[in-house]
């Protein structure tokens, strides 16, 4: 039994099927098969179940691919600290992100990144919550930056900033005319637009719906961020949009008017986790400096609330200030 066996069978038991497998390991497809069959008869039990089109780990099979993965991960925590020893700055990071968070962070953070560590290569994975989570149990992530709380005492949480949210709606809506802050009061009778199920935006989302007395909009899921401001954009309803969505890049949206909550504001607290076993702690930990170190006034929703102007008749645009 070698390493580079492992290494195969962990890949079959990711892709089910030899060609794909063959193809991620950089090998034939018959070299990677004979491989597998030998590594079957040195341990004297069947680790695949062989079909015309797919390919079925059996159970013994599924155990020894996840305790593979597990000496994968150790065999690479091993390389990591020799990399670390030799030059801590240098070496690729696999970071994940999730989407209502990715593209809104990354365009202020990645410029900084590059500038503290200029030989670093940084590998973006962008998926859900859950997903990350798990990539990083596999040791397949290297860190993630995630949305407060988690419920994962294997991972090192070390808190970045808190991100308040603004409420978006239509200029047509009776709330684009109120004046000053709102208070979680105003929208306790409105019902809200939210995204699908596993995004993490929807379930602080729907926490303060609760808190305010609010509801959600039947009928309607978004899969994005960007289909929530749509959305509220042609009048379909309102939304809660994180204030990083909301400011340059991204460019402002039409018929969108954007309000400030009264102190203290809903929000959400962001960290960058790691697994506390990772041979990476020190050099993750300066790399969360940087990622806490955004240009002064980012997170402060007063720069991008539009304002309401006395007098001024429904419906006609008003300017969104920085970033819609």
């Known amino acids: 039994m070698n390493l580079r066996d492992l290494h195969y069978l962990v ?15 950089f090998v034939s497809q018959p070299t990677l098969s004979t491989q ?43 390389r990591a600290v020799a990399r670390r020893t030799r030059d801590p700055e240098t070496g690729t990071v696999r970071l994940g992100i999730f989407p209502t968070l990715g593209p809104y962070l990354l365009p202020h953070s990645v410029p900084m990144v590059r500038e503290a560590f200029p030989r670093l290569e940084l590998l973006l994975v962008e998926e859900k919550t859950e997903v990350i989570v798990r990539l990083l149990r596999e040791g397949r992530l290297d860190a993630g930056i995630l949305a407060l709380p988690l419920h994962e005492d294997s991972l090192h949480v070390e808190y970045l900033f808190e991100e308040p949210f603004v409420l978006a709606v239509p200029l047509s809506h009776h709330l684009a005319h109120k004046h000053g802050q709102l208070k979680l009061a105003d929208i306790s009778h409105e019902s809200l637009l939210l995204l699908e199920d596993g995004h993490c935006l929807r379930d602080q989302a729907l926490e303060v719906c609760h808190l305010a007395g609010a509801g959600e909009r039947n009928g309607f899921r978004a899969t994005s961020l960007e289909t929530l401001r749509q959305m509220v954009s042609a009048e379909v309803g309102i939304t809660l949009l994180p204030t990083l969505a909301v400011k340059p890049p991204v460019a402002p949206s039409g018929n969108l008017h954007l309000i400030e909550f009264r102190h203290p504001a809903p929000s959400r607290r962001v960290a960058m986790v790691w697994r506390k076993s990772s041979a990476m702690h020190g050099f993750l930990l300066k790399l969360a400096e940087v990622f806490k170190r955004l240009p002064p006034g980012l997170l402060d929703p007063r720069s991008i609330a539009t304002p309401t102007r006395p007098g001024k008749p429904p419906g006609t645009a008003a300017r969104i200030g920085a970033r819609a």
Do not use: M, S, W, Y
Request: glycine share 6%.
């Open 11 to 25: 890949a079959l038991a990711e892709h089910r099927h030899f060609g794909r497998a063959a193809e991620a390991c």
């Open 36 to 78: 597998i069959k030998k590594l079957e008869e040195e341990l004297g039990v069947a680790l695949v179940e062989r079909a015309p089109r797919k390919v079925l780990l059996t159970e013994v099979g599924r155990d020894i691919a996840d305790r593979a993965r597990e000496v994968l991960n150790e065999v690479e925590q091993i």
